[in-house]
Antibody, heavy 119, light 110 residues
Framework: EVQLVESGGGLVQPGRSLRLSCAAS????????MHWVRQVPGKGLEWVSG????????DYADSVKGRFTISRDNAKNSLYLQMNSLRAEDTAFYYC????????????WGQGTLVTVSS | NFMLTQPHSVSESPGKTVTISCTGS????????VQWYQQRPGSAPTTIIY?????PSGVPDRFSGSIDSSSNSASLTISGLKTEDEADYYC?????????FGGGTKLTVL
């Protein structure tokens, strides 16, 4: 069974940093591209970033470019999102998800972790 | 910026058929695949349609997707509505190597 388990969310002050993790199991992690998608509570979905299986290709939404960094460790079956210079508008549930390639559909999603940016 | 526009909400009775539209703001929506995601209250999204009209295993054939190039829109059709179909539905496509989601449609089955 595919499992994607996010962790690392919490309350953080504006301007500070936070690192999210996603632990993957139940599939061959390095066969898949991985993504972060976020959702402001009660609002719609926003794709944040994606990374190819070997980290050769990385894309970001304009809203986070220059502040967020996606990475992965295939030996640890883990995906990460380093979030710097956090803003109130970054408050959201953050989901990790997998796809066969960077521009292919998201076949599995995690349950999400909540990031709250507030003073 | 490329946008996908969905109706904010739709409602229909159990057993009926409902169609949710997703209209592209520019270019041809047929140029890139469209996906549809279902999100029930308090749960993570799941994929119900990928590559315009394909269903992942386990998704019932009551769910179908289509593309209409003349209106530059994609559609999700759910037939034989059940109360469990009550959820938010999001369309998604791609533009310049990034992902674009529609704003979501709340489906009420009453």
């Amino acid at each position: 069974e595919v499992q994607l388990v996010e962790s690392g969310g919490g309350l953080v002050q504006p301007g500070r940093s936070l690192r999210l993790s996603c632990a993957a199991s139940g599939f061959t992690f390095d066969d898949y591209a991985m993504h972060w998608v976020r959702q402001v509570p009660g609002k719609g979905l926003e794709w944040v970033s994606g990374i190819s299986w070997n980290s050769d290709h990385i894309d970001y939404a304009d809203s986070v470019k220059g502040r967020f960094t996606i990475s992965r460790d295939n030996a640890k079956n883990s995906l990460y999102l380093q979030m710097n210079s956090l803003r109130a508008e970054d408050t959201a549930f953050y989901y990790c998800a997998k796809s066969m390639r960077l521009l292919e559909w998201l076949s599995d999603w995690g349950q999400g972790t909540l990031v709250t940016v507030s003073s | 910026n490329f946008m996908l526009t969905q109706p904010h909400s739709v409602s229909e009775s159990p057993g009926k058929t409902v169609t949710i539209s997703c209209t592209g703001s520019s270019g041809s929506i047929a140029s890139n695949f469209v996906q549809w995601y279902q999100q029930r209250p308090g749960s993570a999204p799941t994929t119900i349609i990928y590559e315009d009209n394909q269903r992942p295993s386990g998704v019932p054939d009551r769910f179908s997707g289509s593309i209409d190039s003349s209106s530059n829109s994609a559609s999700l059709t759910i037939s034989g509505l059940k109360t469990e179909d009550e959820a938010d539905y999001y369309c998604q496509s791609y533009h310049s190597s990034t992902w674009v989601f529609g704003g979501g449609t709340k489906l009420t089955v009453l």
